[in-house]
């Protein structure tokens, strides 16, 4: 661990002098300020956030990930020249890249409400859980571009991939569900349904955040089915213990795959 802090430092520098990092903040505070100044910081601006981070966390995570593996190839062909074990400097570039992601979403959400006083009373929580929420993506999808990027040697073909797994996954992914409600509605799918649910991880965080709170309305067909069959606080635990496998098996995927890859 202690050689991974060491290496740390110059992964977070080299992430750090992205422009992507600063498009992001701006982004966000922008997006956070209008939400402000027009819909007044109430439950309505909180899902319009949870969309955006529903949307666009996944798909810097997935894009700057992929292509974060492949820019910091010849630093890593350096480092591994060092006596430096390779499962070491896959987490200092694994925590190089998503740390910095994870802070910028969570500042880019914050920030707004901290500015007009809003992060008080009953405002509180449930911003907080949607940081929270939003660095977890950040954190879960980085793993997903590890993969990718660990998997195909070819940039713009893990790029193509990476943009795929976003495309369905936080775009076409409800309206596939909602299709199938409609084929086959007729028929006890609440078990299918759920096992979709659980293949999404970026629809596992929306059906968390939105699982029990003032905005249940929009949780959806898939959330409906959990909030019916395991209630909000069941639902909840499994919803966590889901996401939580989502982070730890890419990430274990990833490092497995950059302790035998051939630089």
């Not at 910028?104 to 907080?128: C, E, N, Q, R, S």
């Not at 879960?140 to 976003?166: C, E, N, P, Q, Y």
């Not at 309305?217 to 409906?224: D, H, N, P, Q, V």
């Amino acid at each position: 661990m202690n050689t991974a802090l060491r290496v740390l430092p110059p992964v977070l520098r080299d992430a750090l002098r992205g422009r992507w990092l600063l498009g992001l903040l701006a982004t966000l505070l922008l997006i956070g300020e209008l939400l402000l100044r027009f819909s007044g910081g109430g439950a309505t601006t909180r899902v319009s956030l949870l969309d955006v981070v529903l949307i666009l966390t996944p798909l810097i995570g997935l894009v700057v990930g992929t292509m974060q593996v492949h820019h910091a190839r010849e630093m890593t062909e350096l480092l591994l020249a060092q006596p430096i074990a390779r499962r070491t400097l896959f987490v200092a570039l694994y925590l190089g890249t998503a740390l910095p992601l994870a802070a910028v979403v969570v500042v880019g959400l914050l920030a707004p409400f901290l500015w007009h006083g809003m992060l008080l009373g009953d405002a509180l929580v449930p911003m907080l859980a949607l940081a929270g929420a939003a660095a977890g993506l950040a954190m879960l999808s980085t793993a997903l571009a590890f993969v990718i990027a660990l998997g195909a040697d070819d940039k713009v073909r893990a790029l193509g991939i990476a943009l795929g797994v976003w495309l369905v996954t936080a775009v076409l992914w409800d309206g596939v569900l909602l299709l199938l409600a409609l084929l086959f509605g007729d028929r006890p799918i609440e078990l299918p349904m759920l096992v979709m649910l659980a293949l999404n991880p970026f629809d596992l965080a929306r059906v968390l955040l939105l699982l029990g709170s003032d905005a249940a309305a929009l949780l959806g067909y898939t959330g409906a089915v959990v909030q019916r069959s395991l209630g909000s606080g069941g639902g909840r635990a499994m919803l966590v213990s889901l996401l939580a496998l989502w982070l730890v098996v890419p990430c274990v995927i990833a490092a497995r795959s950059f302790a035998r890859k051939d630089f």
